[in-house]
């Protein structure tokens, strides 16, 4: 379609082609004779020519633009550099690595919005009120914070057979379970580090093989009974799963993995190589077809902490709290929620001698810190799927139960306080005694409705209980009243304002097992905003 632009040069040009080839004539000649009609009608083919001419130069410009515009057609990473190429095709949606968290709504926030060839991006930002109130009566627990999260995720899909992603996360990066930053620190910068880094290859031969390496969301089902959903472990995983058509059975799948987190050197005189620290661990899962709307999910699976007492002495140099605490060999390790697992901690003071009498320094260090308890975690879900016949409205309820197998195992390698010096004394405590007995801990969740669609709700309540030794208490959920030892209520809700907003509200109320302590109420008030 011509512009008016175009269309006033048309004009133009017709005029003065017109005005060119007219003859002029005296104004007292008013005689028409067949001289100035022949004269006229030269005049009109003579200005129809032009405009044809005229036309077809716009004609070709506007398809010289088009072309212009249009990318140079490149082959597909699986066809050869000759072959023709492929249509364009829309972007698949990421598929996150994690499979893991039993809270759905976060999957939801991960949503694919933009792509730049084989590259999608996607990210939120959560903005949260959080106050906490009861507690220890000397109000030690009370505080008013506001905090935030921001992710960002780059999957790259590299043709059929690998993928890779980065996501960048905030928070401490010394808490491997939490990407809340709180404000405050005096308006300083905030911390954004990298959260993965991950390639997934599945082998064009066998699709049902899976091997991923880097850091990476969980590949296998959990609840934060065990994991923390922030938490991205490290290393090598391998899954390999089959759909069935059988009436009742659909899907058997198995997943390895190999997750080191420390390397820590010897200190003997003849002894000093640098072992790994490791957690070996793999899941059976299994669905199942239970009725026209009931399905059944069933996980299987044992967690073996290889060298866990390298933790217990890294949160001890953390939470020692000494600016003058030396921290070589191992960095300090934050924790969101108090550690309760049985710990033995051997603390150094040095000491001055004058005039034969012993003087304190003031000045400690933690030489060492064991945990009572080995950790090999046999973990066992049950997930129910109810579709209730209305589709905003989805029933689901999960159950999860853990043993540590190895509760107080641990205590026969506990290394007695070097004797003291004169320059150093050294101290042994412990937080609890080991009761081999106190190693289980149940999750109990049951959720309503689905997060889509704009107008979705979704409430959910959760209880947790916790034995002291029944789990690592640094890694599991950071958000309970402490570690182990406890005994938390969870209730939630969360409305999808928009398509890209969510509201939530949630109540955290917990305290310590067998106490008298009142509960610590902790509330979540969250606005969710996904790009």
């Known amino acids: 379609m011509r512009t008016l632009g175009e269309w006033a040069v048309v004009f133009l040009l017709g005029a003065v082609a017109f005005a060119q080839n007219s003859t002029p004539r005296p104004p007292a000649d008013f005689a028409v004779t067949a001289a100035d009609i022949q004269a006229l009608k030269d005049a009109l083919a003579a200005q129809q020519q032009q405009i044809q001419q005229l036309q077809q130069a716009l004609a070709r410009r506007d398809q010289a633009a088009q072309t ?23 972007p698949p949606a990421i598929q996150l690595v994690e499979a893991g968290s039993s809270d759905q709504r976060i999957r939801n926030l991960e949503r694919q919005i933009k792509g730049l060839g084989p590259i999608s991006f996607s990210g939120d930002v959560r903005l949260r009120g959080e106050p906490f109130f009861g507690g220890p009566v000397d109000g030690s627990l009370d505080r008013m914070r506001g905090r935030f999260r921001a992710r960002f995720n780059a999957i790259a899909d590299l043709g059929p057979q690998f993928r890779a992603g980065i996501t960048l996360a905030s928070g401490d990066i010394n808490d491997p379970t939490s990407t809340n930053q709180t404000l405050g620190g005096f308006y300083t910068r905030k911390a954004i580090a990298l959260d993965q880094a991950f390639v997934q290859f599945t082998p064009k031969q066998s699709k049902a093989l899976t091997f ?68 070996y661990g793999g899941q059976l899962q299994t669905s199942w077809h239970l009725g026209p709307r009931v399905e059944l999910s069933a996980y299987s699976g044992f967690y073996d902490f290889r060298g866990a007492d390298a933790i217990a002495l890294a949160l001890a140099r953390a939470n020692g709290k000494n600016p003058q605490t030396p921290l ?34 003031g000045v400690t260090s933690i030489t060492n810190a064991q945990f009572a308890s080995r950790f090999g975690l046999f973990d066992n879900i049950a997930r129910v799927d109810i579709d209730t016949g209305h589709v905003r409205f989805p029933l689901t309820f999960i159950g999860d139960y853990v043993q540590n197998t190895e509760a107080c195992a641990n205590l026969a390698s506990i290394l007695p306080a070097p004797s003291s010096t004169a320059s150093q004394t050294f101290k042994q405590t412990t937080n609890a005694a080991c009761n081999s007995h106190q190693r289980h801990g149940y999750w109990a969740e049951a959720r309503i409705g689905r997060l889509r669609e704009k107008g979705d709700l979704q409430l959910g309540y959760a209880h947790i209980y916790i034995e002291r030794e029944a789990v690592l208490g640094n890694f599991n959920y950071s958000e309970l009243r402490q ?49």
């Open 68 to 90: 212009a515009q249009q990318p140079a057609a490149q082959p597909t990473p699986s066809e050869p550099p000759s072959s023709p190429a492929a249509p364009p095709q829309t």
């Open 212 to 279: 991923t390496g880097g850091k990476f969301g969980y590949p296998w089902y959990n609840t934060e009974l065990t994991w923390d959903k922030d938490l991205n472990p490290e290393g090598a995983a391998q899954s390999m799963a089959f759909k069935l058509d059988t009436p009742v059975l659909k899907r058997v799948a198995l997943i390895g993995f190999e997750l080191p987190f420390a390397e820590v050197a010897g200190t003997s005189v003849n002894g000093k190589r640098i072992a790994q620290q490791i957690t």
């Open 328 to 361: 070589t060999g191992l960095l300090s390790l934050n924790s969101s929620s108090p550690v309760q697992n049985s710990t033995y901690i051997t603390t150094a003071t040095s000491v001055v001698t004058i005039g034969g009498k012993a003087y304190p320094t």
């Open 483 to 531: 570690g182990t030892n406890v005994t938390q209520h969870r209730v939630d809700s969360f409305y999808q304002f928009d398509r890209n907003v969510q509201l939530g509200f949630t109540a955290l109320i917990g305290r310590p097992l067998a106490s008298t302590e009142p509960w610590l109420t902790r509330l979540q008030f969250d606005a969710i905003y996904i790009f």
